[in-house]
Structures are given as C-alpha cells and as structure tokens.
T-cell receptor
Framework: GENVEQHPSTLSVQEGDSAVIKCTYS??????FPWYKQELGKRPQLIIDIRSNVGEKKDQRIAVTLNKTAKHFSLHITETQPEDSAVYFC???????????FGAGTTVTVRA | GAGVSQSPSNKVTEKGKDVELRCDPISGHTALYWYRQSLGQGLEFLIY????????KSGLPSDRFSAERTGGSVSTLTIQRTQQEDSAVYLC??????????FGAGTRLSVL
C-alpha cells in the first residue's frame, strides 16, 4: 500500500517568515494529494489539494508543489501569522482507492 | 445536516464496558471513514465503507473493534471490553467520489 512520510515533525517560525513542509510517497500511481490543518482541539480541515496533472497550486498565502518524478510534494506558507499555528497533515491516494494515506503530521508554531 | 456529525462528543467509560460511537455523514457522500487519534499523534486509519462494497477493515487494531453502516448512511463504531489504551479521539469522515474528506468533530473516549 501507499506509504507517506512527512518532515519535519515540528517547525517553529518567526511571524512573517515562511514555513515549508515536505512529504514523500511511495506509490507512483497516487494522483491526489490533499493537505489538512488541525488546530488544537479541532477537527482536521482541508486547506489545499493538488492533483497529479498540475505541478503547483496556490491559494493566497499557501501553495503546494508536486514533483511526480521524485514522488514528493510540499506545502509552503508565506508571511506566517499566529493563526497558522496548528498541526498539518499531508496525504495521498490512488485513483482507484478512496482511502487516504496520511503523513504523521507537522506541528507548526508561529512565534509572535 | 451541513457537515459530518458525531455523537457523543465525549464519552467516559469504565474498563471492560462496551461503547458505541455514532457518525452521521454528509448527505449523498458514498464513502465513510473512521480514524483514531491518540493525544498528540497522527490519524490512524481504522475502517472505511464505500457504497455497497465490503468495508475495508484493515486498520482495526483488534477483534474488539467493529463498525457497521446501515442504509449507506449512519455508521456506528463499537468497541467491546474497552481497555485504557483505547482512550483517544475517534474521528469520522465522509467523502464523495472526488475524494475530499470532510471530518466530524470527533468523539473523545476516556477509559478509566
């Protein structure tokens, strides 16, 4: 099955700086890569996703890049703000499978 | 309802008792998932249902765990003879064919 690895496990950044989280996946057939944000005590919520027919997608201060050859994808948060502090999960799945394989999560702390 | 609904939000039980957790997915979503999240940990896949297909039970940690989905809608996760290590937040999610998973707020289970 699909195996997703996520790094780093924790990330501390100064407010206004950028944050980058990287994930690798094992199954070359995977074609859907969502990112979820989970604030403390809250449910995970989808913040951005990318499908394998594009290499980059941007939504305001967040962007995701995908390198299919290397089988890795990354989340970029620019101009970080305190409300960006949360746990971020990457995931991947195959076109014939509804099940998502999640990374272990990255705890992001934005220092004021 | 507009989102995934889970009940109860909190459940405290004694070791050895059985518990039932309920999930009401978004109307029209054909796929339903159960995850377990221990304190400060990632999302552990338990089971998922897709339409009328046999459920994928590959993540259930033991035979004390079972789940059913009646009429293709509401699902119940049952844990028999609960143990202290079962204490966690149990999250339910649902998705349509586009694979975007929407999570419920979870049930926080505490086994004393």
């Amino acid at each position: 099955g699909e195996n997703v690895e996520q790094h780093p496990s924790t990330l501390s950044v100064q407010e206004g700086d950028s944050a980058v989280i990287k994930c690798t996946y094992s199954d070359s057939a995977s074609n859907y890569f969502p990112w979820y944000k989970q604030e403390l005590g809250k449910r995970p919520q989808l913040i951005i996703d990318i499908r394998s027919n594009v290499g980059e997608k941007k939504d305001q201060r967040i962007a995701v890049t995908l390198n299919k050859t290397a089988k890795h994808f990354s989340l970029h948060i620019t101009e970080t703000q305190p409300e960006d502090s949360a746990v971020y999960f990457c995931a991947a799945n195959r076109p014939d499978d509804y099940k998502l394989s999640f990374g272990a999560g990255t705890t992001v702390t934005v220092r004021a | 309802g507009a989102g995934v609904s889970q009940s109860p939000s909190n459940k405290v039980t004694e070791k050895g008792k059985d518990v039932e957790l309920r999930c009401d997915p978004i109307s029209g979503h054909t796929a339903l998932y159960w995850y377990r999240q221990s304190l400060g940990q990632g999302l552990e896949f338990l089971i998922y249902f897709q339409g009328n297909s046999a459920p994928d039970k590959s993540g259930l940690p033991s035979d004390r765990f079972s789940a059913e989905r009646t009429g293709g809608s509401v699902s119940t996760l049952t844990i028999q003879r609960t143990q202290q290590e079962d204490s966690a937040v149990y999250l339910c999610a649902s998705s349509s064919r586009h694979n975007i998973q929407y999570f419920g707020a979870g049930t926080r289970l505490s086994v004393l």
